[in-house]
Structures are given as structure tokens and as C-alpha cells.
């Protein structure tokens, strides 16, 4: 059965940086970040493919980067000029794709792998 652990979320003050880290059992061709906050929508808010494209929600564009590690099968999320409405569940999501799919096209519902989440709290 696939595994995603993440860890690294907190409570971190307006301005302050956070990076959230995530170890998959298996390897995969799309890995994303979503967040959730309460009474809203889950939001996709990076995503990177196997060639190491990344794609960023508007929102955090510039503050965020997305990145795979070293070691085998990791996921990173650095997040620096944290605001209050970060504030959420940050959730891992992995999936594997079809030749004529695109992983930049991938909602949450083509993700089949999920972490936990990891909650984020930014304070104003």
C-alpha cells in the first residue's frame, strides 16, 4: 500500500517561513501540495511533474517553491512570506499518468495517493 508522510507544519508569524516535507513509499510521475482551510475547497497549490516542471497557484506564486530531494521519493514545500490566509491543511498528493495525460492538468481527483496533512498556522 503507498505511503505519503508529511511532516513539517507549525504555527509561524506573518512573514515568517515554513517548509514542509513529504516521503513517498513508491515513485511517482505527478507530486502536489493542496491545502484546505476550513468551510473552503481543497486548492492545489503546487505541483511538479517527472522532468521537474513546476506549476503554482497564483496565490502563492513568488513565496512558494516546490521541490523533489535528494533522497528517493521526497517532496518539499518552502514557503516564505507566510500570511494569514495560508492558514490551512496542507495535504501531499502523488499519481501516476497516462502517456497522453498532462500533470499540470491533474485536479485533486487524479490524485491518488494523500497524506495526512500537516496543519499551518500563520498569525497576523
Known amino acids: 500500500q503507498v505511503q505519503l508522510v508529511e511532516s513539517g507544519g507549525g504555527s509561524v508569524q506573518a512573514g515568517g517561513s515554513l517548509r514542509l516535507s513529504c516521503a513517498a513509499s513508491a515513485s511517482f510521475d505527478c507530486m502536489s501540495w493542496f491545502r484546505q482551510a476550513p468551510g473552503k475547497e481543497r486548492e492545489r497549490v503546487a505541483l511538479i511533474d517527472s522532468v521537474g516542471s513546476t506549476f503554482y497557484a497564483d496565490s502563492v506564486k513568488g513565496r512558494f517553491t516546490i521541490s523533489k530531494g535528494n533522497a528517493k521519493n521526497t517532496l518539499f514545500l518552502q514557503m516564505n512570506s507566510l500570511k494569514p490566509e495560508d492558514t490551512a491543511t496542507y495535504y501531499c498528493?502523488?499519481?501516476?499518468?497516462?502517456?497522453?495525460?498532462?500533470?499540470?492538468?491533474?485536479?485533486?481527483?487524479?490524485?491518488?495517493?494523500w497524506g495526512q496533512g500537516t496543519q499551518v498556522t500563520v498569525s497576523s
Open positions: 498528493a502523488a499519481a501516476r499518468r497516462s502517456w497522453w495525460s498532462r500533470c499540470a492538468d491533474f485536479t485533486s481527483a487524479d490524485f491518488g495517493a
